[in-house]
């Protein structure tokens, strides 16, 4: 017990001196860490502790698992300074070793931490190497190809181990760099990288169970200044359209007045013959009518001279729309059996624009038939319902060869007419070939408008159905199967056909005026009828006489008493509506009597 | 007396406290720490174990195909018949299914350390043979090196299995005493004849060695499922 005490009062005391004189044992290691490069060997790296002022030797002690036998570091010296190496014949994949340090000096010794080993989750890859960045050109820019080889000691050949690689990317300047994971491949491209500039680029690698290698040396690359390519595009487009537009400019700037007169064409001034603008600028109004009157006019002759020549159109046999200003009767139409060709004439004493088998079978048929008949008869032309067999349009052969001579009105005072007719006398034109013409455009309806002309002189040479002569609208609808649009025109009354031309053949096209509400200033209209070709004028002009001799009720409803042979009266400038429907269709009358065609013109 | 023994016993130990070796719990990577070591999962070791027969077995599929292609350099044609020149069947191959449902887990783990401990000499010698050739292409070469070292390491793998499936310490078969002699011929033809029987007869029971791995695995980790065959 003595003894004891003593020796242990002794070594209390030694352990005081040593401290006092700054020497002691040493301090414990530290195991930092144990790597494998390629799952074959492995090295384990310790760090010192205190030395305790005294050298110091260090040694590594390993035990397999689940064995007690302890066996010391093969290698110190291949892995460097406080390092073990495993080599291949050490190294086994199937158990855990059990690591520790001593550090021993004159003083004692210390004993690090133990540290159990498994080899294959200790992986740590050495770098890759040959790292390149080249940069490649391509159409949509140039990229950098960084390309790479994978570490040599790793056997990824067999399949032993399978590594991942990565890279990053930075300009010298940058803070952070931009990664890229690489997979399995062993290069890479880099996209969008900065003109012009100068990066960065390193790579590591990891086996899918380990640790990161550690960072390559660092590949320098730089790029070339280029334009990106969108950009340069919207350059080279942008200069293209500024230059366009500059030139465009500076045509128009030279055709200045030529593009003035094609965007806002002058209105027309009055072109009167005689008139003087500059005169009524002047405000003497009075002299300016004056060159406008001319002498001798209205003529005073006798009307024998005058011919009056109808057009005589034929639908079909059935129809027949006669004018024939020769006979004009003044009986109204009378119904006619369908056989009769000759239906106008007959009734209306003869050439009369009436369908007298229309108007038959009108008026048995449904009530826009009626209304049809009852214009019919104020009619001139006769358009067809079913009924009547079909209006062909523009049955020639059916009509029987009469002369038809069409009215058409155009204001000859007027300059402005649209269409000269060529031929004096187109007694023949035929209005179904009109029709013909005109049908086959898909116009269900044409109507043929007559304008009131003021031809007073005329009307008891004309044999005129009273009662279509009271309307003084022309309705000729060729289409028979069209009868809605039958059904309409009463209610609009009138539809009104306007030539559209004369075709070289001299045949009057005609074409509808569709829309009732086209002429403002068609409220105008007088009951009479200017069915009837005055005369056609040196120039080419038919001037449609109005015949006043009879003057039918305003009203088409009333249009079948037209039999009852209203009495005829003079023309005379009477406006009125013949329908209510149709405000607008009436012909504007001038203060001679002469209708202006031009306003009656569709303005479509 | 006993105070002073104590107290003896305190200070002794306060003194020697520094210098005590403190067995501190080591934190296994993935297993429950019971006592101061951790062992390898079977899991994992079965894992690995299958690896290195399935690499053991691809690698020797390509050192076949070269030696083929040496041969035929060489201008040799070696018709070797069919299991002639391999070596003694040791272990039977089960062939049906039912065979196969009846072999156990031992036997399977005592037939690969056989097949292994079997051909980790022959194929030194080989190695040491074709460093010989004049002209053997290295690759064959290194592969050759490469299945050798794995082999061994993989017996080592079968001896941790079977003492982790079946607690038997470690088994080191006497070795079949049938070992085959140093085969030294001066016979250029014999020596490539033998080498080659011995690659070409080594890829035939790598591939036994993988099946009877993978059907270890499979019975040992997933019990249930194993639909193996």
Known sequence: MKNSGAVLILTFITKLISQAAGVSPPGKPRLTSCRSPEKETFTCRWEPGDDGGLPTTYALYYRLENSETVYECPDYRTAGENSCFFNKNDTSLWVNYNITVVATNALG?????????????????????????????????????????????????????????????????????????????????????????????????????????????????????????????????????????????????????????????????????????????????????????????????????????YLEVYDNEEQELVLDGKDLSEDCIKSKSPSDCDSGRGSCDSRTLLLEKCIDGREGSGSDQHHY????????????????????????????????????????????????????????????????????????????????????????????????????????????????????????????????????????LLRPLSDPNHEPEGSDYSGEDYSKVKEVTSNNILLLQKDTSHQCVDDYSQADQCTTQQPPHPCKPVVHQSNSGMPQEGMWVTGNGYVDSTVLMPSY | MKKATVLQVCVAFVLCSQQAVTGSPVDCPDQDTAGTSCTISLEKLLERAVQHADLIYRISEESKLLFDEMLISFGMNLHIPEGTMCAPKTVPVPMSRNEIQQISDKWILHSILILVQFWIDPLVEVQASLENYKSAPSALLTRNKWISTKLMSLEQGVLVLIRQILGEGGLLLGGPEEKSDRFVSSDMLETVRRDYSVIYCFRKDAHKMQTFLKLLKCRQIDKENCSYF
């Open chain 1, 373 to 508: 008949s009852q214009h019919g008869e104020t009619s001139w032309a006769s358009t067809e319902s079913s009924e009547c067999q079909g209006l062909e349009p523009g049955s020639p052969e059916s009509s029987d060869g009469r002369v038809k001579t069409w009215p058409v009105v155009f204001s000859s005072p007027q300059p402005h007419h649209h269409y000269q007719v060529g031929a004096v006398k187109p007694v023949y034109h035929s209005v179904p070939e009109i029709l013909n013409h005109s049908s086959p455009h898909a116009m269900p309806i044409n109507y043929h408008q007559l304008h009131h002309q003021d031809i007073p002189q005329q009307e008891g040479r004309f044999s005129k159905p009273v009662c279509r002569h009271s309307q003084s609208y022309n309705q000729f609808n060729l289409d028979g199967v069209d009868t809605h649009a039958l059904g309409v025109s009463p209610s609009r009354s009138l539809e009104y056909v306007e030539v559209q031309r004369v075709n070289p053949e001299n045949i009057l």
């Open chain 1, 109 to 309: 010794k210390n004993i690090s931490d133990p540290v159990e080993v498994d080899v294959a989750y200790i992986v740590q890859p050495n770098t890759p190497e040959n790292v390149t960045a080249v940069v490649v050109d391509d159409d949509q820019g140039p990229f950098v190809k960084v390309s790479w080889e994978k570490p040599r000691t790793a056997d990824t050949r067999s399949g032993w181990i399978t590594l991942l690689y990565q890279l990053r990317v930075k300009q010298e300047k940058d803070k952070e760099w931009e990664e890229y994971d690489a997979g399995r491949q062993k290069s890479y491209r880099v996209f969008s990288l900065h003109p012009d500039k100068e990066f960065m680029v390193q790579v590591r690698c990891k086996p899918d169970h380990g640790f990161w290698s550690e960072w390559t040396q660092t590949t320098y690359v730089k790029m070339p200044n280029y334009i990106p390519r969108e950009r340069s595009l919207w350059i080279i487009i942008t200069i293209f359209s500024v230059f366009i537009v500059l030139i465009l400019t500076w045509t128009l700037n030279v055709k200045r007045n030529s593009v003035k007169l094609c965007l806002l064409p002058p209105v027309p001034g009055p072109k009167i013959k005689g008139f003087d603008k500059q005169l009524l600028k002047n405000g003497m109004s009075e002299e300016v009518f004056n060159s406008l009157v001319i002498q001798g006019f209205p003529p005073t002759t006798d009307y024998e001279n005058l011919l009056v020549e």
